[in-house]
């Protein structure tokens, strides 16, 4: 069954530092899209990219994140200055919009730790 | 606005017992899409069932069965016998499949299921 890869599974970064978080989506995928989860609470939207630009954001995707698909298999999001409540488990989804509910797929998730 | 409510923060039963969570949603559209996740201790997302607006059949996979009811917009999952392995988080979500609007998933604050040995 076709995956969405995430990596890594686990990042340590320094606050004030920049992290990029990467995501290979389900190849034939068209839709991405990524969420957080803070420790203990719900997942939460952060951002979806279709079409190479960015289709809806949340308030919580401010000018510190950045998404890019810098080639054909990568959909990555950038944190410039990360900050200690960015710690979270990040997850990235892929659809196609098409049989039953879309093909949406979450990948497995990158827990990232600020310190 | 799109909304989901998941009111049991937790919960704890006994293994063998049928335990059942309970979903809440709102949204104005016609046309949606609803979904079962566990989260076990681990931290994926493990997509247990999606189900669209226009079918209103309840569904039943193993011990898991799931009761959607549009009259009080509501979407249950049952899980029969339990085992301690369901020990999970489990979030309810809720989706708009409007063509020209983004299908991005909203969810509930999930409910934290014990099964007790």
């Known amino acids: 069954e076709p995956e969405v890869t995430q990596t890594p599974s686990h990042q340590v970064t320094q606050m004030g530092q920049e992290v990029i978080l990467h995501c290979v989506p389900i190849s034939n995928h068209l839709y991405f899209y990524w969420y957080r989860q803070i420790l203990g609470q719900k997942v939460e939207f952060l951002v979806s990219f279709y079409n190479n630009e960015i289709s809806e954001k949340s308030e919580i995707f401010d000018d510190q994140f950045s998404v890019e698909r810098p080639d054909g298999s990568n959909f990555t999001l950038k944190i410039r200055s990360t900050k200690l409540e960015d710690s979270a488990m990040y997850f990235c989804?892929?659809?196609?919009?098409?049989?039953?509910?879309?093909?949406?797929?979450f990948g497995s998730g990158t827990r990232l730790t600020v310190v | 606005a799109q909304k989901v409510t998941q009111a049991q923060t937790e919960i704890s039963v006994v293994e063998k017992e049928d335990v059942t969570l309970d979903c809440v949603y709102e949204?104005?559209?016609?046309?949606?899409?609803l979904f079962w996740y566990k989260q076990p201790p681990s931290g994926e997302l493990v997509f247990l069932i999606r189900r669209n607006s226009f079918d209103e059949q309840n569904e039943i996979s193993g011990r898991y069965s799931w009761n959607f009811q549009k009259s009080t917009s509501s979407f249950n999952f049952t899980i029969t016998a339990s085992q301690v392995v369901d020990s999970a988080v489990y979030f309810c979500a809720l989706s708009e499949a409007n063509e020209n609007r983004d299908d991005k998933i909203i969810f509930g604050k999930g409910t934290r299921l014990h099964i007790l040995p």
């Open positions: 989804a892929s659809s196609d919009r098409t049989g039953e509910g879309y093909g949406y797929t």
């Open positions: 949204t104005r559209d016609t046309t949606y899409y």
